[in-house]
């Protein structure tokens, strides 16, 4: 992972997020127990610069939080799209996987973000923690699924890009 320093020079070399953008992380971490969920700055600017690329007509997002990401990607859509959006659990990726893969065209694109977990992933799980379980299972079967082609980006808390062939 990057220095602070590091971050601070990304940051200020990429677009700006905006003033309703900056109120929202403000007021996250402020007001909320995991600030750190919410998408952020950099993750942000990627997501609206993936829609621009893309121009997808559809867009599902599945772990709204506080809708930070959501503002992001509509940002950088065509004036006509549909977005759906609905909280989710870490527990159940596989899950929304396998529901999500069949409405996904040859050649679409799934994000899914948090894929490396605060580096859990690498290490010894409690037998409690159900999300890193989960996290891993699903990362396990992405991994496996010779329908897709897929990359881990190791931003912020790991964000994968997986492609349907």
Known sequence: MFTGEIDAYILSHIDEEGDLLSALNRDANVNLLRPRMLSGHLQGRILKMFCRMI???????IGTYTSYATLCMAEGMDETFDMVFIDADKRLYSEYYDLVFPMVRPGGLILADNTLWDGKVVEEVHPSDKQTKGILVFNEKVKQDDRVEKVILP????????WKK
């Open 55 to 61: 121009r997808p007509r559809r867009v599902l997002e």
């Open 155 to 162: 931003l912020r808390d790991g964000l994968t890009m997986i």
